[in-house]
């Protein structure tokens, strides 16, 4: 244990990860001592007494081996890792000295423990730099003042909590690689932006400008400060021909704010998925037209018949009687008390989109991060009923790495599902793009086919159905990471959507092809409301 | 008042990346340049140490 020893959980990711290596040692893990660490070494059983009493200040290293000498060797490596002094080449110690190196910087990204974020960007700002600002736990009063700064001076901060934009046909961050186009997308929701960035360049389109503001940005004590700024750039933006739109519930405040300024102040046509919101008929004000959807799979397809063709549409989508029949297939043999939805979500946006979608398909659903507060699950680490987990939420990451880049946390969850016999089927996103895990899908493979054994011990089926998120331009490569999956049984989708209505007809065998039919005018068919 | 976004919209992106060093090789894979800003937290100071710092600094 290192008391007060501070290093950035990615870092600490790398050198867990280059710890399992070191000869002679069965496991390992190199994290900061937070009640979520602790309990994932303990599950991991590589929790002592001596980590057990550490504070979250604290580092672990902990080395599962054989031999008292191979746990020395392994912890003098990993220590020896630790201290060893970073290279220079283009590394500097203060933004002035790196401004020097680059006088013409037009974009700082900031991923830095929340609490100092606010010195940093204030400084940025002040040296005429945009900021993409991927700390979290930024408070809201700093997140409004360096929001009215950066306004002041015509600037951009995308975040708190953004961790995902395609700026001049580079993805900043969590972000996939496109084809440049002619979509600009405005998100308080990073794996919405993925999504529909990605859906879009599935369609034969792509994308002009993405720009993540951060989910606070719609509250109201922010008051969509950069959503409106980023629409008035893309209204601006000669490369920008649709304009879309896409959140959680805004507040309702900020919603009207944001629909009056789109219907007043653009002239291109707009896009709105506010997931779980009220939903807003179509309106047409002054020759502006600002078509509402409800969710990023209809807010694609929407998008795509103003600047697609129909064929292109029928590249992401599926019609009602498809679903049922690959649904039949993947059903067979269910047992009658299988009847329950697990979602294992790395992506916040993606999650709820899932919630919204089951709340009208199968009724309640339970959450960590619910769309209803009544259906919060009371305890995050055990699920009930039909359950939607976002294990990207505070719970899951305090002192780790986001799950989009460490599997860990979902890993051992799908083993916990697994054990439950009343679990009719497992969905889960597959994020690729920058940012993510090198292999997501590979990195869940074990314990896929683990968690099917565990179901066929028990004479179970498990069907698990997966969304693979990127495209085949993605460091990734979606082609190869769908390859993973099939190998292990695993079905996968062409959106989040659909994944989400199969598991809902899969879990309750008494819905309908009318009421499929019903759903898909209003949750995915957008003509509904022209 | 949006020149400056449109600015860096249609511009080369030069980038000043503070932490994460995984989002300056990824840039960097995308040929975009980036120089990087090491980050450490502040060392804890007793406030009226921190309170002198802060007036020199």
Known sequence: ????????????????????????????????????????????????????????????????????????????????????????????????????????ANLAIVSIPGEHARRIVTSLLEKGLNVQLFSDHVSQEDEFELKNLAKSKGLLVMGPGAGTSIIAGKAIAFANVVRKGNVGIVAAAGTGLQEVSVLVNDGGLGVSQALGTGGGDVKDQIGGITTLQAIEALERDTSTSIIVIVSKPPDPTVKKKILDYATQSTSKPVVTCFLGAEWSPNTIVNGTRIYSTRTLHAAVLETLKHV??????????????????????????????????????????????????????VGRVYSNAPVNSSFKLRNSSESFKDSVLDLGEEEFTLGRAHPMIDPTVRQLRLIEEARDPEVAVIIMDIMLGYGSHPDPAGAMCDSISQAQMIAKNDDRVLPILAHVCGTDQDPQRRSDQIGRLQTVGVRTFSTNALMVAASALISRRDITLATLNEFYKQFLDTSQGK | MVEKILKLFNSDLKVINIGLEIFKNDLESQKVSVVQVSWQPYPKLEKEYEDILSKIL
Request: charged share 20%; aromatic share 6%.
């Open chain 1, 1 to 104: 244990m290192k008391t007060n020893y501070y290093r950035d959980s990615l870092q600490l990711l790398h050198l867990s990860e280059e710890a399992k290596k070191i000869e002679g040692v069965k496991d390992a893990a190199v994290v900061m001592a937070t009640s979520t660490n602790k309990e994932i070494l303990s599950k991991l059983k590589l929790l002592t007494n001596e980590g057990l009493n550490a504070s979250s200040t604290d580092l672990i290293i902990a080395v599962l081996a054989d031999s008292e000498s191979a746990i020395n060797h392994g912890i003098n490596r990993i220590d020896a890792s630790l201290t060893q002094p970073p290279t220079s080449k283009g590394r500097f110690y203060t933004i002035e000295a790196a401004l020097q190196s680059m006088p013409d």
């Open chain 1, 308 to 361: 697609a063709s129909p064929a292109t549409i029928d590249s992401i989508s599926m019609l009602p009687n498809e679903l049922f029949a690959i649904v039949d297939e993947v059903r067979k043999g269910l047992k009658a008390r299988q009847r329950y939805v697990r979602g294992l979500y790395t992506g916040g946006t993606l999650a709820y989109e899932a919630l919204v979608i089951l709340n009208q398909l």
